[in-house]
């Protein structure tokens, strides 16, 4: 995160439900981090990944990091996915206020240019 060009931390645990538990990292800190830094998280809506947890939604809504709510699509039809993003957003207790990509265009540039060189 600390490359000038880094902007958002995919993928954050890289649990896949069932087949790879989630990376043994210290994820408050890492959201503290994202937070000094002023990146922002990926909550990923693939029914395998669902990857940021809730209640690491909820450190990010505290800490002020912004989430962004991603399909994880490889094809039109998992789109739908995004369903799963927002039902765990909601139960990280997120707003459309703590989601980037509810943001418009205008407010996601300025969002984007806001840490680089």
């Known amino acids: 995160m600390d490359n000038p060009y880094f902007t958002l931390l995919a993928h954050p645990s890289g649990r896949l439900i069932e ?22 998280l990926e909550l990923d809506a693939s029914p395998e990944r669902l990857d940021l947890l809730d209640t690491w939604c ?9 989430v962004s709510i991603d399909s994880d ?25 703590d989601v980037l990509n509810t943001r418009s265009l205008a407010e996601l540039r300025k969002l984007l240019r806001h840490n680089r060189p």
């Not at 909820?58 to 912004?66: D, N, R, S």
């Not at 996915?81 to 039902?87: M, S, V």
């Open 19 to 40: 087949e790879r538990k989630a990376y043994d990292v210290d994820m408050l800190r890492v959201i503290r981090h994202a937070a000094g830094r002023g990146c922002f």
């Open 58 to 66: 909820m450190a990010a809504k505290a800490e002020g990091v912004l």
């Open 73 to 97: 699509a490889h094809s039109v039809r998992d789109f739908a996915n995004l369903r799963f993003g927002i039902g765990q957003a909601r139960r990280g207790w997120l707003e459309a206020r």
